[in-house]
């Protein structure tokens, strides 16, 4: 970790909120402990579902309250220069619990990346598991990439959840980077923080940033400091660890600083506590929609 310089699946939990219901800003702690897995992008299931396991290993080691992972990290993001393997909902399904028995092995909860198969739509979504391995719900990637579009749909549906009573949201990829609206509907409802898994690089070909934040690099980086600031909470991106990374996994405080990241390509647990009282929801409160009237 460096500091910067610059289905079938029954949900039942009621942590879910739908849009329409704000949680309490005020939490029972006043820091979380979070953990990023920028993990390598391996070809099989059942080698990420080790890496799972490790990592949330390490996690509890460290007293993480929850660990996210990258986007649809099981079984791998769809429409890229890579393979994947061809879809098995049950396969996914097996999945699935192998997650929820590892989070409550080790008590340590998940924000997961997976595909998931509902009333025959395929979705881009994130599992969230607490602690014990109940799961408490999914957040679905609703704005599809042209590229991805062959591949999964839109759900139509937002959510909030919480850990050790922090409310906190998800947003998918493309949609934090290109839709800011995803980030600001959970920070208006009392998001502390914002898990943003993604992929953005290859193992294949590419250029190789050497310095966060660099002005001639992609623009991500710039983009996760602008989906903090401008909504005054944490954002925490989480990308595979690549050869040839567009962006770092990357912690950012409610002020626009990037706390912490990933070297890239590098596999790595990035651990951080997270001050509550400096996510305020400020300027996500602010927002007014009554100044920006339909023409």
């Known amino acids: 970790m460096r500091k910067c310089v610059v289905g079938t699946v029954q949900i039942t939990s009621v942590k879910e909120r739908e849009a329409g219901e704000p949680m309490a800003r005020k939490s029972a702690t006043s820091h979380l402990r979070i953990g990023l897995a920028a993990a390598r992008n391996l070809p099989?299931?059942?080698?990420?579902?080790?890496?799972?396991?490790?990592?949330?290993?390490?996690?509890?080691?460290?007293?993480?309250?929850?660990?996210?992972?990258?986007?649809?990290?099981?079984?791998?993001?769809?429409?890229?220069?890579?393979?994947?393997?061809?879809?098995?909902q049950d396969r996914q399904e097996t999945a699935l619990e192998d997650v929820?028995?590892?989070?409550?092995?080790?008590?340590?909860?998940?924000?997961?990346?997976?595909?998931?198969?509902?009333?025959?739509?395929?979705?881009?979504?994130?599992?969230?598991?607490?602690?014990?391995?109940?799961?408490?719900?999914?957040?679905a990637k609703n704005q599809i990439p042209v590229e991805e579009e062959p591949y999964?749909?839109?759900?139509?549906?937002?959510?909030?959840?919480?850990?050790?009573?922090?409310?906190?949201?998800?947003?998918?990829?493309?949609?934090?980077?290109r839709y800011p609206e995803a980030v600001r509907w959970s920070a208006i409802r009392g998001a502390r923080i914002v898990f943003h898994p993604q992929l953005t690089g290859s193992d294949r070909a590419g250029a190789t940033i050497e310095r966060w934040g660099d002005p001639a690099s992609p623009y991500y980086e710039k983009a996760m400091i602008a989906r903090a600031v401008e909504n005054?909470?944490?954002?925490a991106s989480v990308n595979y660890a690549m050869r040839y990374q567009?962006?770092?996994?990357?912690?950012?405080?409610?002020?626009?600083?990037?706390?912490?990241?990933?070297p890239y390509g590098e596999e790595q647990?990035?651990?951080?506590?997270?001050?509550?009282a400096r996510s305020t929801g400020f300027c996500a409160r602010r927002y007014?929609?009554?100044?920006?009237?339909?023409?």
Not at 73 to 85: I, Q
Request: some cysteine; aromatic content about 10%.
């Open 100 to 139: 929820r028995a590892a989070a409550g092995r080790h008590g340590v909860a998940v924000v997961m990346g997976m595909e998931w198969e509902v009333a025959a739509r395929r979705h881009n979504v994130a599992f969230v598991i607490s602690k014990d391995g109940a799961i408490e719900g999914y957040q």
């Open 44 to 88: 099989s299931v059942e080698e990420r579902l080790k890496t799972v396991d490790r990592f949330l290993g390490e996690a509890a080691a460290q007293g993480v309250a929850i660990v996210c992972f990258p986007e649809t990290y099981l079984p791998g993001l769809r429409g890229l220069d890579f393979l994947v393997p061809p879809h098995d």
């Open 232 to 235: 005054t909470v944490y954002f």
């Open 269 to 276: 647990l990035l651990v951080h506590d997270v001050d509550l």
């Open 246 to 262: 567009d962006s770092a996994t990357t912690l950012i405080g409610p002020d626009g600083d990037c706390l912490a990241y990933v």
């Open 288 to 295: 007014n929609p009554a100044f920006y009237p339909q023409i």
């Open 152 to 177: 999964y749909v839109a759900e139509g549906r937002r959510r909030l959840f919480e850990v050790d009573g922090v409310p906190f949201g998800i947003t998918i990829c493309h949609e934090g980077w």
